[in-house]
């Protein structure tokens, strides 16, 4: 298929003596199955776990009846790190990326805007107390970004990838999202998440990351032809919040999921509904803003309390301080069952995690697509997917409040009066037509109206990008003329 005088390797074996060398191979770590360590460093030559006592290695042929060769020395759960000092060497050997990563310095506008991360108070934290790591602008700062996902398009396949992204922020902002720039340092992989043991898998990470902070690492500028000392930080996390409460150590389910109010979280068990709510959000208002003062809107009562001050690291460091960490799905962990600190996070061995102020951050895409699904569900009245049910108007009896919406009992039958945002037959059919006529630049979004039933009244299909464009600009165009203008203007 090639030409003869062609430099290619011939096979994979060349491939790997070519790339090796240069510091591009990856480190395949054994696991324990049941997620209690790594065999690597003092437990590199064990063949079972020391906490467990379950064998790294899949059953032989005497237990599964297959040929023997079929599981000799396989190992029963893996995970993947790439170690990132080699391709931060290797970012910094070639003259355009080098001069790239110290955009954040030499090449911006400073108008006192929020263009980049720089601009951020946690950036001008760093620089106020780490001096000496603001004075290189060569020096990284990157965020760490993970999430479960399913590889295969079978969603009933019981296996978990968890890939670890950083993302280098020194880069202009149209620069550090592309895949170029993008590095995957692990890839953790098995039949079931890892979840709070998410921490043994990242000791590698850690350790390169610590030794970036503590020692340093000489490398070399191709743009300034000069080796330097080149450290870096974390400067965030970025996950969805189940993801938040793995990584942060904080129980992000039941009455005091809020990792910032605690246990000042304001909930409300719904009798009804079944689930639980969190209320009181007006704390976080400015002291005079109108909401406050308003009753029938809202829950019945105003809002005095003044917003919770989140926790700076070195109190969470205070909380989590005396935990005794034991990882493994094996071990008892009964103390741990009211408790909302659960772990001492790992991030805490570097040495500078307690004294940022933002150490864990949400991602807007999932945010963005719960709050997309639950207007578009409860404007259309999906079955399933909407909000205003009679489920949800005996909650509003209970509570005494919205007495206008309270469900009617007429006979054998329930009548639910309608609300403002309320849409009759005929303008669910118009809100659907909107969408279905829609044309759109190739590349803005999918086939909008693939995802439009006008016969069924919904939308099906919606992936995050969808809902990104529907939330940004096309929602405002569907509900233009349909619904009243508090309403409207409140969606929009």
Known sequence: MLPEDNTLPKNHYEAKKILCPVGMEYQKIHACPNNCILYRHEYAELRNCPTCGVSRYKVN????????????????????????IPRFKRLFANAEDAKNLT??????????????????PQWKTIDHLYPEFSQDPRNLRVGLASDGMNPFGNLSCNHSSWPVLLIIYNLSPWLCIKRKYIMMSMMIAGPRQPRNDIDVYHAPLIEDLRKLWVEGVDVYDGNAHETFKLRALIFCTINDFPAYGNLSGYSVKGHHACPICEKDTSYIQLKHGKKTVYTRHRRFLKPFHPYRRMKKAFNGISEIDSAPIP???????????????????????DGFANKIW????????????????????LDVMHVEKNVCDILVGTLLNIKGKTKDDLKCRQDLAEMGIRQQLHPVSKGLRTYLPPACHTMSTSEKKSFCHCLKNLKVPQGYSSNIK???????MKLVGLKSHDCHVLMQQLLSVAIRGILPDKVRVAIT
């Not at 955009?103 to 951020?120: E, M, T």
């Not at 693939?450 to 069924?456: H, K």
């Open 311 to 333: 926790l700076l690291g070195v109190e969470v460091l205070d909380r989590v301080n005396n935990i005794t960490v034991i990882y493994g799905k094996t071990q008892k962990k």
């Open 450 to 456: 693939s995802l439009v039933s006008v016969t069924e």
């Open 61 to 84: 042929s005497n237990d599964c009846g297959e040929d023997a060769t079929t599981y000799k020395d396989r190992p029963s759960k893996v995970c993947w790190y790439l170690p990132v």
């Open 342 to 361: 659960k772990k001492r996070s790992i991030f805490f061995y570097l040495p500078y995690w307690c004294n940022l102020h933002v150490r864990h951050c």
């Open 103 to 120: 955009w954040h310095a030499d090449g911006r506008i400073k108008d006192g805007l929020l263009h980049h991360p720089d601009d951020s």
